[in-house]
């Protein structure tokens, strides 16, 4: 069954310190990988997504992730956190060829203290 | 531009009730997408439609949900005798296209069952 898991439910970080949040999918054929940003109060947005190509791709807001293939991974990392970077983080997977429905990881809460 | 609006955004109801939730996607995106956030469920995806047509449901939990899309445009979830594990967040989402489009997702409407 295609899944998508979230190692880290909440992660306690001091202002400028270094993040790197798991995500782990599981899935047959080729697939397209997301991180959703949800900050206090707002929408679902868009951090970074990855198609193909090079599998380090840059996002806003200084994030960046890389998709290993062999681990099946693609984690989430940003060198310093800042307090506003509080919010609630999702990993999504898209099979490149179903209806383009995400399935999302549990996501993780992420609190940085000022 | 206007983003993904829905409505309500609260809505409290009473078990065995029906509501029915409001979806208006972006002007022009064809795709159009309803997903579920609960505690200890995380986001679920329930519906798909491409234009007005629906060709994929596999997300709906039961007979008791159902969706429709009119004009390409506006989508309304139908939740039919409420039951308390239906409290959740919907959200809607809309894309371009439908498998390779960015989604962009609305605020939510809060259902909460009592």
Redesign the interface.
Same mark, same amino acid.
């Given at each position: 069954a295609q899944s998508v898991s979230q190692h880290n439910h909440h992660v306690i970080l001091s202002e400028a310190a270094s993040l790197e949040l798991g995500c782990n999918y599981s899935y047959g054929g080729t697939v397209?990988l997301f991180w959703?940003v949800q900050y206090p109060g707002?929408?679902?947005?868009?951090l970074l997504?990855y /198609?193909s190509g090079d599998p380090l791709v840059k996002g806003i807001k200084g994030f960046e992730a890389e998709f290993i293939k062999s681990k099946f991974s693609f984690n989430l990392r940003k060198p310093s956190v800042q307090w506003s970077d509080t919010a609630e983080y999702?990993c999504?997977a898209r099979g490149?060829?179903?209806?383009?429905?995400?399935? /999302?990881?549990?996501?993780t809460t992420l609190q940085v203290k000022p | 531009g206007a983003?993904?609006s829905q409505s309500p955004s609260n809505k409290v109801t009473e078990k065995g009730k029906d509501v029915e939730l409001r979806c208006d996607p972006i002007s022009g995106h064809t795709?159009l997408?309803w997903?579920r956030q609960s505690l200890g469920q995380?986001?679920?995806?329930l519906i798909?439609f491409?234009g007005n047509s629906a060709?994929?449901k596999s997300?709906l939990p039961s007979d008791r949900f159902s969706a429709e899309r009119t004009g390409g445009s506006v989508s309304t979830l139908t939740i039919q005798r409420t039951q308390q594990e239906d409290s959740a967040v919907y959200?809607c989402?809309s894309?371009l296209t439908?498998?390779?489009?960015?989604?962009y997702?609305?605020?939510?409407t809060r259902l909460t069952v009592t």
């Open positions: 397209n959703y707002q929408h679902l947005q868009l997504k /198609f999702f999504a490149s060829s179903n209806t383009g429905k995400l399935i /999302f990881g549990q996501g | 983003g993904v795709a997408y997903y995380g986001l679920e995806f798909y491409q060709p994929d997300g959200l989402a894309s439908g498998t390779g489009g960015e989604q997702f609305g605020p939510g």
